[in-house]
């Protein structure tokens, strides 16, 4: 059997939040090593992979991403109908941890 198992399956299966599961690379790799361990009758489609959801796409033409703990990333415009201005007061939902988190890494 194969399936298109992914990060917001794998997180809550393993009841980690999905920050963790997505900015830091020790806990993702082992998520899916235990759960290839755990189901050897399953073929993964895709197999190990970064997936973030929908919101990298439509990041690359100006949407702001928003990372938080329960969900997988979305996504909202920074731009309205083309020549407005910037949407004001959107939440940071999470980018500022993210991007933190990113950094820490990095070092």
């Known amino acids: 059997m194969a399936l298109i198992i992914d990060s917001p399956w794998i997180s809550g299966y393993l009841g980690v ?3 963790e599961y997505y900015l830091d690379p020790e ?3 082992q998520a899916n090593l235990r759960t290839l361990r755990e189901f050897p009758e399953i073929i993964f489609f ?19 991403i928003h990372f938080r703990a329960d969900q997988p990333p979305t996504r ?3 731009l309205g109908a083309c020549g407005e ?8 939902g999470g980018t500022a941890c993210a991007t933190s988190r ?3 890494l990095g070092q």
């Open 17 to 19: 939040s999905h920050l």
């Open 46 to 64: 895709r197999s190990w992979w970064v997936e973030y959801g929908m919101a990298i796409e439509p990041s690359a033409h100006g949407n702001r």
């Open 102 to 104: 990113i950094n820490e």
């Open 27 to 29: 806990l993702w790799f």
């Open 76 to 78: 909202s415009p920074v």
């Open 85 to 92: 201005s910037p949407v004001q007061g959107a939440d940071a």
